[in-house]
Every structure is written in structure tokens, then in C-alpha cells.
């Protein structure tokens, strides 16, 4: 390359060092020497600087995924119903006939969501105590002499007004297909949202076994089936409840349907559903194949502590148990017949998180579990860590919880679409080390805040505190800028750099 006047100079680029080229003038040689020098300082300094503020490079977490499909990408779109599970419950609501079902439906959900663990008697004895030395204390004060009976008349007063009074859920036909109208689609969803998380980041893992805990309307068997297919081969559904087994079994095997026309049908006698008209028939159609095969009803666990399962739910079944010694022998148990992973799931209040947090502390500390059972147990999703929770130490608790959306079953005034807020814990019998990418990505644990040229992300780190992290171009580099722009809240973060974080 030449100028094309006298003393003009060229600016080139070759090998990755900027030269200036000059022409006759011999201080052509000095300039370029003194530039070359300064270039290279610039080069170094550059890539010092590039490693320092990038702290990982496209090549190293997206492995050609574009930025917007990320590896640490959970989250799903939209979920709905399987179209089997779907059509075959409107059938069941549309022969039950129940009066006042979507009011029932909307009553039950809110007493579900704002239902609370039963008291233990440890926890109880400690009130009854306080209670009575504030009773004594009043009376001192005010002067007067009261006698054994009387506090003790005030003590279960006060208990009565100010403790939870659990029951359990007795369900009979009837309840289960408001159950059913209820927390069908949100159920489903929370299950298949969790297993996303399996599905994505173990993509090698391919269940062969499913138990089912406390498996109410058989979603988590929908559920997996819609993830790993036929893969599975052996599926128990353990459920207390003999009129919900039967329901969840009517769900697998559907029902009698027949194409009528409007004309040759009465209005009671058929249900109109995307141009198909399914017909009540009065037998249960009991000699009907189910459409997920190879799953089995059972009311109780199964004895033998050799039967394993690759994959174990338990969803929304936990804080149905009476007290919290039942909680821990069960979950003991579920852990036992485990052989990969063990999901559970609750509603995202601070109850089902707390009761989560109980189950994943008890597995990773209780020396009871370890006498039992001296295999690896690590967490899988979604804490990046196995400390304490941090949301638990702060005040007022706020839980861990996430949303997906989804759509519900359509039933008259339903809406079209709903969000489902879920909290849960998957555990593995790998070691963290072991247990596939992303375990030491931070989890986005708020809504994502998207904003000119940097982005607000709350996250749960690795060193077991949560961050404050606003993600620019500049100071994490563009790959991890643009992951933080198309990620959401449920989703990972490749950001590794602890100094880049503001503890919240």
C-alpha cells in the first residue's frame, strides 16, 4: 500500500497491530517505530483489560445458542393442558353437573392458597407458655389474684383466637371435580415448569421409573410424559384418596366420544368443543385404553426400601401432611427410593417456601438421612448454592417463589390466560460438581428490569447472598449484557464476577 503524495501517511491494519505507513520522508521510520511501540503497550493493555471486564466470552456458556436462548434459559412460553388431559376434563366437569362450579372452583383456590402447616406441639407448648406469663403479668399489674383455672381459661382463649386450625382435605367425588376445575392447569403447570429445569440442563437424563407422591389428578405423570415421552416406562401414582385415584384414572382413559350434529343431539346431551361434540355416555368406558400407559394407582408408599425411581414428585403434597415429624419421615422415604432426582413443589407463599426449605435442609444436614442413607444428595435447582436461604433471613420474609403462564382449563368464565406462582427444590444424588452445567450461574430470583443500555437484575449468587446486579455493555461485555436483556425472572445468569455485584 503507497500514499499518493509526498509525506502523506496510511492508516492500515494488518496482524491486528495499527501501522502508519509514511512515505520518503526518513522520519517515516520514526514515526512508525514510536507508534508501533505505543500500539503494542495498547495491545496488552487491551486484552488485560478485555479479560478483566469480560469475565467470560460468547465461546465459553453459549456454545452457538444465540443470546435469547441461553443455556441458563428456563423459562417457557404459554403453557396449556395436553389435548387429551384437556378434553377429557371437560367431560368429567360436563357430566358432573356441579351447581356453581366456578364460584366453588375460585373459592377453593383462594383457601388452597392461603392454607398454613398444622402447628406442631413443641411450637404450641412455647405460646401456651408466653401466653400465660403475659396473663400473670396483666393481673400483677392491675392487682388482682387470680386463681390456676382462670389463666388457664385465658391461655386457650388467646390460643384459639391466634392459631391456625388445621384440617385435612377429605375428598370425595364431588370435591375432586372442583379440585379439578380448581388447580388442574395450574397444577400441571407448576410440575412441568420444574422439569423444564431436568429437561434443559441434564439433557442426557432419560427416566425410565416415576413415583408420584401425593399425586391427586395424576398431573406429574402428564407432565413428565410431555417431557421424556415414552421414555418412561413405570409410573406409580401413591395417593390417599380412593375418589381422586379414580378421577385421575378417568383422566387417562378419557371418554366415549361420538361426532354429532347439533340437530340430532339435545342441549343436555352435548358439549360443544372446537367443532366436537363429546357425548355423556353413562358407562365410564372402565374396558377403554389409558392414553399414558404403564401407570399405576397405589394409596400408599411402597414397603420395600430396594424399589427405586429415577425420578420422585412431590407436588403440593408435603404441607398436607399433620405435623412436621410426618413431613420428615416421608420426605426420608421419598429420598430412600430416589435413584436421580427428587422434585418438590408447593405454592409460592412463604408457607410452601418455608415447608421447602425444611425438606431441602433436612436432606443436606440431618444425620438421621446420612445413617440411612449415605448417598450424595446436592441441590439441582434453584438455589446456586446450599447455604441458608438468604430470603429467610431477611425481615419481613419474602418467599422464594416463581411465576409461568399458562392456560386455564376453558370453562364458561374462565379467563383466557393465567399465571401460576410456584415455589421448589430439586434435588440430586450427583455432586454439585457432577451435576451438569449452570450450577454456578446466579438464578434471577425478581422480575427482569429492562432499561436503556444496562438492565436491572435481582440474583441468588453462589456465595448464598443475593445481588443487585446492573448489567452493561461495559462492565460484563456484550454476550452476557444481551443474555441479561432476553432472560426473565426463574432464568440463570453466566455472571461470575462476584466484585460486580451490590449485595442487596
Request: contains cysteine; charged residues 25%; proline residues 6%.
Amino acid at each position: 500500500m503507497a500514499c499518493t503524495t509526498h509525506g502523506a501517511a496510511v492508516l492500515c491494519q494488518h496482524t491486528s497491530v495499527v501501522r502508519i505507513i509514511c512515505r520518503v520522508s526518513p522520519v517515516g521510520c520514526v514515526i512508525e517505530n514510536s507508534f508501533l511501540k505505543r500500539s503494542a503497550t495498547f495491545q496488552i493493555n487491551k486484552s488485560t483489560m478485555s479479560s478483566a471486564v469480560h469475565p467470560q466470552s460468547q465461546v465459553d456458556f453459549l456454545h452457538g445458542a444465540p443470546h435469547r436462548k441461553h443455556p441458563g434459559v428456563t423459562n417457557m412460553k404459554t403453557l396449556r393442558l395436553p389435548e387429551q388431559l384437556q378434553r377429557a376434563a371437560q367431560s368429567v366437569v360436563l357430566s358432573a353437573q356441579i351447581k356453581g362450579l366456578s364460584d366453588r372452583a375460585q373459592s377453593l383456590t383462594q383457601f388452597l392458597w392461603s392454607r398454613k402447616r398444622p402447628v406442631d406441639d413443641l411450637t404450641l407448648r412455647q405460646r401456651a407458655t408466653s401466653l400465660e406469663k403475659m396473663v400473670l403479668q396483666r393481673a400483677k399489674e392491675r392487682g388482682e389474684d387470680i386463681d390456676d383455672d382462670h389463666v388457664k381459661m385465658k391461655v386457650l382463649s388467646e390460643l384459639k383466637k391466634t392459631t391456625y386450625h388445621w384440617t385435612p382435605l377429605r375428598f370425595n367425588e364431588e370435591l375432586g371435580v372442583v379440585y379439578m376445575a380448581a388447580r388442574l392447569a395450574g397444577g400441571y403447570t407448576a410440575v412441568r415448569r420444574a422439569l423444564n429445569e431436568i429437561l434443559i440442563r441434564d439433557p442426557s437424563f432419560a427416566p425410565y421409573s416415576l413415583l408420584d407422591f401425593g399425586s391427586g389428578l395424576g398431573t406429574a405423570v402428564w407432565a413428565s410424559h410431555s417431557c421424556w415421552g415414552d421414555t418412561l416406562k413405570e409410573m406409580v401414582c401413591v395417593e390417599s384418596s380412593g375418589p381422586m385415584n379414580v378421577l385421575a384414572e378417568r383422566l387417562l382413559k378419557g371418554t366415549v366420544k361420538k361426532t354429532l350434529s347439533p340437530a340430532s343431539a339435545s342441549v343436555n346431551s352435548w358439549f360443544s368443543f372446537e367443532n366436537i361434540f363429546v357425548w355423556r355416555s353413562t358407562d365410564d368406558n372402565q374396558n377403554a385404553q389409558p392414553h399414558i400407559k404403564q401407570v399405576y394407582f397405589r394409596q400408599f408408599l411402597p414397603v420395600s426400601p430396594k424399589v427405586q425411581f429415577d425420578l420422585v414428585v412431590g407436588a403440593f403434597s408435603l404441607s398436607e401432611l399433620a405435623s412436621k415429624k410426618d413431613r420428615v419421615e416421608t420426605l426420608l422415604t421419598l429420598w430412600r427410593k430416589t435413584s436421580s432426582y427428587l422434585v418438590l413443589v408447593e405454592n409460592g407463599t412463604k408457607e410452601g417456601h418455608q415447608i421447602l426449605m425444611e425438606a431441602r435442609d433436612t436432606l443436606l444436614k440431618t444425620q438421621e438421612q446420612k445413617a440411612l442413607d449415605s448417598r450424595t444428595a446436592s441441590v439441582f435447582a434453584p438455589c446456586p448454592h446450599e447455604m441458608m436461604c438468604p430470603k429467610l433471613a431477611r425481615l419481613p420474609t419474602v418467599p422464594c417463589n416463581f411465576n409461568q403462564h399458562y392456560h386455564p382449563l376453558p370453562l364458561p368464565g374462565s379467563p383466557v390466560r393465567q399465571t401460576e406462582t410456584f415455589s421448589y427444590v430439586i434435588l440430586s444424588r450427583l455432586d454439585r460438581k457432577e451435576a451438569g452445567a449452570g450450577q454456578d450461574w446466579a438464578r434471577l430470583v425478581a422480575p427482569v428490569l429492562r432499561r436503556p443500555r444496562h438492565v436491572h437484575c435481582h440474583t441468588c449468587h453462589p456465595d448464598g447472598q443475593l445481588h443487585h446486579e446492573v448489567v452493561t455493555r461495559k462492565k460484563h461485555g456484550r454476550d452476557v449484557y444481551r443474555c441479561a436483556r432476553s432472560s426473565d425472572w426463574g432464568d440463570q445468569l453466566p455472571i461470575i464476577q462476584q466484585e460486580a455485584a451490590d449485595p442487596e
